[in-house]
């Protein structure tokens, strides 16, 4: 069981910024797991935002495209600890963002396409104010 617990929302203005984190803990190796950020606005779909690569492979990055240039997502394995840095925060930003995990595939994808993920965090509220 891998255990994750996200924290750092908050609320900020229109063109603030925020550095969330999510530390993980269980029964797992770390630098085998694929991370990733996903998000829930308020009557829309959950949303996947950043995906993390395992440090054990190549640690690639991906992004939905509004968030690219304006969102970091990144981990520190001696913490056990992803990290997604927010930078020019807008309102449509507002939502819940979870953090989950999932163990890599040995065969086909690396990891999760979409929100296919096995552990979940309980959520942090970001809201961004205009």
């Known amino acids: 069981q891998v255990h994750l617990v996200e924290s750092g929302g908050g609320s900020v203005q229109g063109g603030g910024s925020l550095r969330l984190s999510c530390a993980v803990s269980?029964?797992?190796?770390?630098?085998?797991?694929?991370m990733a950020w996903f998000r829930q606005a308020p009557g829309k779909e959950r949303e996947g935002v950043a995906t993390?690569?395992?440090?054990?492979?190549?640690?690639?990055?991906s992004y939905t495209e509004s968030v690219k240039g304006r969102f970091t997502i990144s981990q520190d394995t001696g913490k056990n600890t992803l990290y997604l840095q927010m930078n020019d925060l807008k309102p449509e930003d507002t939502a819940i963002y979870y953090c989950a995990a999932a163990p890599h595939r040995p065969l086909g994808l690396l990891c999760p396409g979409g929100d296919e993920y096995d552990y979940w965090g309980q959520g942090t509220q970001v809201t961004v104010s205009s």
């Open positions: 993390i690569e395992p440090v054990d492979f190549d640690g690639s990055t």
């Open positions: 269980g029964h797992t190796y770390y630098n085998t797991l694929c």
